[in-house]
């Protein structure tokens, strides 16, 4: 479905992604893990096209999308919740979750995916009418997933969904993310909590200092005694 | 006594009638600030060049300013994209947000159209002209209200009030506000950048010439080219500063306060309109101390 291929990318001279290949297989969980700095934030920028890479092929459901502007990328079909959510502080969150669906193939059905999303997280339904920027943390990363999924994307792509929110929700998060993987989206996700994370993935990628040093099926990647004490911080 | 009251009453009503032109003169500074952090310092010569507009369709078509206001504000829209295109595109493409250093070329190169605009209209157009247009007024008890103003105020209203509904009911609309908030972010829900900064931008340019056209009715002396620039750019910042930058009901709110504290005002201060206009300069300072962000929440 989405496949990077030999990317290098950094900012302004520094060199941040050495020669990363990954892929996001089509109605599965992938995930991205690695310590704090390690460049996955980065990775998901080549992939939604806000960062353009200075080597190597972004490759989405067969075609070379490299050079497309991210704009287009999201209009057909790559939806993000990025770093740090960046929702739109000064729109509701219904404005939030309606701009979701502002490229064609979500506006069409822009209603029902409304009603979906709602049917998701109950609790946004009764927040609707909230400027986002004073939602709680975990109220604006489910914005930040509905908004996404107003778009009836192909692929979810999401960069830290625990981040700054109450580790109650947490769990809730990521319950729902599997429910949404397990209705038949691709789903790709960057996340420092590895654990939770890959107990809801199929296939994970481990990534330090701006390569990807490991890969396997999750339960591979959590049986690596060398591998915990490196990433997870566990002893 | 009576008298004053009369007096009083006339001043409260034409104040708020001189409020709406000038708010909706102001609501292009303002909306070109609020979609694109950009300070437009041609903002007068746009309201010129729109008042210009209105009296050659009069001259030509037999038009008066109101139905020139549709036309102008056609203009203005490609105006303004070729301004985006021609002036800004450059500086803010792939740009997260605006920077000092964008801050300066932008003001730089508008303060240049300003004094290219205005010294080309002073040399071909050395006389001030005027629009004969007068549909009469009420009376109603002392007062009496001229038509032409309160057509005008309406209409200016109306165009308020539209590009309220545009900004807050259309998906282009909620776009354009998106963009002034995260750049990035509007890119990631398939928003197109450049569309909706030229749409947004080419919208304020859009208003401001027809409001140019609007105040053409509030202009007895007639179009001067030495004048409506230096008069109306500083008059309309204050009202954006006033009513709060970015906000679409801001420039209502900012227009009608500074209209009422030149009307009214003059009438405390010997009829000064010009100490009345200082005046309500002023109030720029308890604003920018007390309520940075404009009288409006
Ligand atoms: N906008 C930026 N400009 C310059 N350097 C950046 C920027 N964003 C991230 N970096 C650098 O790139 C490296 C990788 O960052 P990032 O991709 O955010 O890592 P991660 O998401 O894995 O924590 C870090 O060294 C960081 O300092
Ligand atoms: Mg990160």
Redesign the interface.
Known sequence: MLRLEGITAGYEGTRVLRDIGLEAKEGMATVLIGPNGAGKSTTLKVI???LHPTGGRVVFQGNDITKI????R??RGI??C?EGR??????TAE?NL???A??PR??AAAEETLASVYDLFPRLRERANVKAGRLSGGEQQMVAIG?ALM?KPTILVLDEPSLGIAPKLVSEIFEKIQQLRKGGLTVLMVEQNAYQALRIADFGYVMQEGRIVMDGPPDRLLDLEDLRKAYFAIP | MADFVALFLTDLVLGLLLGCVLAVIAHGLNIIWGVAKVVNVAHGEFIMLGAYGAYFLYLYGGFNPLLSVPIDAAIGLVVGMGFYFGFLYRELRGKESMGLQSELVTLVSTFGLSLVIVNIAQSIWEHPVGILWSPGAAQVGPVPVPFGGLYVAVVSVALIALTDLFLTRT?LG??I??YT??I??????????TVVAAVGIGMGFSVTMAGGALLTVWLPTGIDPTKIGILYAPISFVIVVLGGPGKMWGSLVGGLTIGLIINVGQLFLGGSIALATAVAVLTLIPILLFRPEGILR
């Open positions: 939604n096209g806000l502007p991210a704009h287009e999201a209009a939806a993000s990025p960046r929702l739109f502080p000064l729109l404005g309606r701009l979701g502002y490229s979500g506006r908004r778009s | 998906y909620n776009a506000r998106a908030q995260d990035p972010a509007t890119q990631l829900m398939g928003i197109n950048p």
